[in-house]
């Protein structure tokens, strides 16, 4: 015989600021920390795979130091990193990820290179892009009218050169604030203090001339500059897609510049939104439209040049976090095949802790947060390359994909990745009740038991990580994330595998996974609650999927203002259940 209550079932949908699932869209989670939507079934989720180390710097330039900035043009990463050389400089590198090698780059000298920038607080972030055979560098290093800026030459790929340099006939006035191609120009962004800011435009495919003085666009007024990136516009009229180029302020416009000078069809027009942004590493193109984070909360220019509200408002997604970034310009995001993925410190948290969040524009959702802990992040192929904040040297490049793989591991630079999967508060009726539920489960697939701790090799655990994968803590929390119960759910499946015991063909290495199945989460003794939520927490593997929450809720008809202890809460439901009710006064 059934228990007496109603199932409540909660389909993991996304992460929401929501601080109740009453107002929350349906299937809004907490907590998706280190999980990733699993391709193949919709509310199920998978570990995140561990960003790997693809080449440290540093061994082929000894005495470097961070990473600045990095820019991913065909199988190479050029880059700017704290000099070994020239101490208190950045100099350019080149890494070829398809021979995994170091480029040399000649040229630069403490004449010719920008300082190096703090490695925290604000700042303004460099920038580089390609024109022709140059790549072209903003860094707030450059001092002055004769090094306005760095090049790079490209046009023989293996004898790659630098130089500080600066526009000619017509020079810039000061070193420019950020870099973007359009329309085979550079346009450099230049905020000269005390002057009116603008945006300078080179030749075409010629980025180190400026031939005629009038190649240069204002914008009303001395407030800077701060990013610039490209939106292909929609066409009604005579259809198919308009180039334009976004020209982002602080908080105060946004601008969308269309034509060409050789032309005479410039066109410079503000958008109908009094935003903007600081963080001038969020900004980033999508098929979609460029997305960027604003001072409230990440927002979509659209293929109509269209700012749309901030993605998530109103508990429907994730904003908080955005809204209360410490250091703003310090964020970093990158797009790639469907993904957003964008690094902040979220003031807003307890330790003000450095959190990345990822938005799927195909599914409309977000997950996180996610601790990968990026400095700097661009799109490769179909995954990610960055930098970390938790490499202290800096000069390391990590590959980070956004799915995993049959080579995925889970140690991110030393550290074993955590999941954590948490509901928000418990949808509740239009009762003024208390609530209980004795039966829950939890859909998992679980990873093999685990009973060779002490006895992996080192070569498992450094690919694979150490510890009970199995062995996974469900609580029930409530409104002030007291634990009410907790219990562990273990799998029925044995590891069976062990360096040198183990004989190839005859098993499955690292044991078969017990399959999804609704796991049944054991309390102790009844929940009794008023605002309740479900969090989960364990070692991530491979093996690991998670999926909806059911739990059999009655409601107890009676309103108590304070329940205590869970001891107090069980009393108090053995009571009503017996039909007594002396427990409630």
């Given at each position: 015989m059934?228990?007496?209550?109603?199932?409540?079932?909660?389909y993991?949908?996304g992460?929401?600021?929501?601080?109740?699932?009453?107002?929350?869209?349906?299937?809004?989670m907490?907590?998706?920390?280190?999980?990733i939507?699993?391709?193949?079934t919709r509310?199920?989720?998978?570990?995140r795979?561990?960003?790997?180390?693809?080449?440290?710097i540093?061994?082929?330039?000894?005495?470097s130091?961070?990473?600045?900035?990095?820019?991913?043009?065909g199988?190479r990463i050029?880059?700017?990193?704290?000099?070994?050389?020239?101490?208190?400089?950045d100099?350019?590198?080149c890494?070829?990820?398809s021979?995994n090698?170091?480029?040399p780059?000649?040229?630069?000298?403490?004449?010719?290179?920008p300082r190096?920038?703090?490695?925290?607080?604000?700042w303004?972030?460099?920038?580089?892009?390609l024109?022709g055979?140059?790549?072209i560098?903003?860094?707030?290093?450059y001092f002055?009218?004769v090094v306005a800026?760095g090049?790079?030459n490209?046009?023989n790929?293996n004898a790659?050169?630098?130089?500080?340099?600066?526009?000619?006939p017509?020079?810039?006035?000061?070193?420019p604030s950020w870099?973007?191609?359009?329309?085979?120009?550079i346009?450099?962004l230049?905020n000269?203090p005390?002057?009116?800011?603008?945006?300078?435009?080179?030749?075409?495919?010629n980025a180190?001339?400026?031939t005629?003085?009038?190649q240069i666009?204002?914008?009303?007024?001395?407030?800077p500059?701060?990013v610039?990136?490209g939106?292909?516009l929609s066409?009604q009229?005579?259809?198919?897609v308009?180039?334009a180029?976004?020209?982002?302020?602080?908080?105060?416009?946004?601008?969308?510049?269309t034509?060409d000078?050789?032309?005479?069809n410039l066109?410079?027009?503000?958008?109908?939104a009094?935003?903007?942004t600081f963080?001038?590493?969020?900004?980033?193109?999508?098929e979609?439209?460029?997305?960027?984070?604003?001072?409230?909360?990440?927002?979509?220019?659209?293929?109509?040049?269209?700012?749309d509200?901030?993605i998530?408002?109103?508990?429907q997604?994730?904003?908080v976090?955005f809204?209360?970034a410490?250091?703003?310009?310090r964020s970093?995001?990158a797009?790639?095949?469907g993904l957003?993925?964008?690094q902040?410190?979220n003031?807003?948290?307890?330790g003000n802790?450095?959190?990345?969040?990822?938005?799927?524009?195909v599914r409309?959702?977000w997950?996180?947060?996610?601790t990968?802990?990026a400095?700097?992040?661009?799109p490769?192929?179909n995954?990610?390359?960055?930098?970390l904040?938790?490499?202290v040297?800096?000069s390391?490049?990590?590959q980070?994909?956004?799915v995993?793989?049959?080579i995925s591991?889970?140690?991110?630079?030393?550290?074993?990745l955590?999941?954590?999967?948490q509901?928000?508060m418990f949808?509740?009726?239009d009762?003024?009740?208390?609530?209980?539920t004795i039966e829950?489960t939890?859909h998992i697939?679980?990873?093999?038991?685990?009973?060779?701790q002490?006895?992996?090799?080192?070569?498992?655990s450094?690919?694979?990580?150490?510890?009970?994968?199995?062995?996974?803590q469900?609580?029930f929390?409530?409104?002030?994330?007291t634990?009410l119960?907790?219990?562990?759910?273990v799998s029925n499946?044995?590891?069976?595998s062990?360096?040198?015991?183990?004989?190839?063909?005859v098993?499955l290495?690292?044991?078969a996974?017990?399959?999804l199945?609704?796991?049944p989460?054991?309390w102790?003794?009844p929940?009794?609650?008023?605002?309740?939520?479900?969090?989960?927490t364990g070692l991530s593997?491979a093996?690991l999927?998670?999926?909806?929450?059911?739990a059999r809720?009655?409601?107890?008809?009676?309103?108590q203002?304070?329940?205590g202890?869970?001891?107090?809460?069980?009393?108090?439901?053995?009571q009503s259940?017996l039909?007594?009710?002396?427990a409630l006064?």
């Amino acid at each position: 015989m059934a228990l007496p209550g109603n199932v409540l079932t909660l389909y993991p949908e996304g992460v929401t600021d929501a601080l109740s699932g009453s107002n929350a869209p349906r299937g809004s989670m907490a907590l998706l920390s280190d999980l990733i939507p699993d391709p193949t079934t919709r509310h199920l989720w998978q570990c995140r795979p561990a960003a790997v180390v693809l080449n440290n710097i540093a061994l082929a330039l000894p005495g470097s130091g961070a990473i600045s900035a990095i820019l991913n043009i065909g199988t190479r990463i050029y880059g700017m990193i704290a000099s070994g050389t020239f101490a208190g400089y950045d100099q350019p590198f080149c890494y070829d990820i398809s021979t995994n090698t170091v480029i040399p780059i000649t040229g630069g000298t403490a004449a010719n290179l920008p300082r190096s920038p703090p490695t925290g607080g604000p700042w303004t972030p460099p920038s580089m892009a390609l024109c022709g055979s140059q790549i072209i560098i903003s860094h707030p290093g450059y001092f002055g009218a004769v090094v306005a800026f760095g090049a790079i030459n490209t046009l023989n790929q293996n004898a790659l050169t630098y130089q500080g340099t600066n526009t000619t006939p017509n020079a810039l006035i000061f070193p420019p604030s950020w870099v973007v191609n359009f329309n085979g120009r550079i346009f450099f962004l230049v905020n000269p203090p005390g002057q009116q800011s603008a945006a300078y435009m080179s030749d075409s495919l010629n980025a180190l001339s400026i031939t005629n003085a009038n190649q240069i666009l204002t914008f009303g007024d001395n407030l800077p500059l701060t990013v610039a990136a490209g939106l292909g516009l929609s066409n009604q009229l005579i259809g198919g897609v308009v180039q334009a180029l976004i020209i982002f302020k602080g908080v105060s416009a946004i601008y969308q510049v269309t034509g060409d000078y050789a032309l005479g069809n410039l066109s410079v027009n503000a958008l109908n939104a009094a935003t903007g942004t600081f963080a001038a590493n969020t900004v980033v193109s999508t098929e979609k439209g460029v997305l960027f984070m604003a001072p409230d909360g990440v927002r979509l220019i659209d293929l109509n040049a269209r700012v749309d509200d901030p993605i998530g408002k109103d508990g429907q997604g994730i904003t908080v976090p955005f809204i209360n970034a410490v250091n703003p310009t310090r964020s970093n995001a990158a797009y790639n095949a469907g993904l957003y993925r964008i690094q902040m410190q979220n003031g807003a948290a307890a330790g003000n802790p450095q959190q990345e969040w990822w938005y799927d524009l195909v599914r409309d959702l977000w997950s996180g947060p996610h601790t990968t802990g990026a400095s700097l992040t661009v799109p490769y192929k179909n995954t990610f390359i960055c930098t970390l904040q938790s490499d202290v040297v800096g000069s390391k490049l990590f590959q980070s994909d956004q799915v995993q793989t049959g080579i995925s591991t889970f140690v991110e630079n030393g550290r074993q990745l955590q999941w954590q999967y948490q509901t928000t508060m418990f949808p509740e009726d239009d009762a003024m009740n208390e609530f209980c539920t004795i039966e829950t489960t939890v859909h998992i697939q679980m990873p093999p038991t685990n009973n060779l701790q002490s006895g992996w090799s080192s070569g498992w655990s450094s690919g694979f990580g150490s510890g009970d994968f199995s062995q996974m803590q469900f609580k029930f929390i409530d409104q002030n994330l007291t634990a009410l119960d907790t219990v562990s759910v273990v799998s029925n499946t044995a590891f069976g595998s062990l360096w040198g015991v183990f004989v190839w063909g005859v098993g499955l290495w690292g044991g078969a996974a017990d399959n999804l199945f609704p796991r049944p989460l054991q309390w102790h003794f009844p929940i009794v609650y008023r605002r309740g939520a479900i969090l989960g927490t364990g070692l991530s593997s491979a093996i690991l999927k998670l999926g909806e929450v059911r739990a059999r809720v009655q409601s107890l008809g009676y309103l108590q203002p304070s329940l205590g202890s869970a001891a107090s809460r069980a009393f108090i439901l053995d009571q009503s259940v017996l039909g007594g009710n002396s427990a409630l006064g």
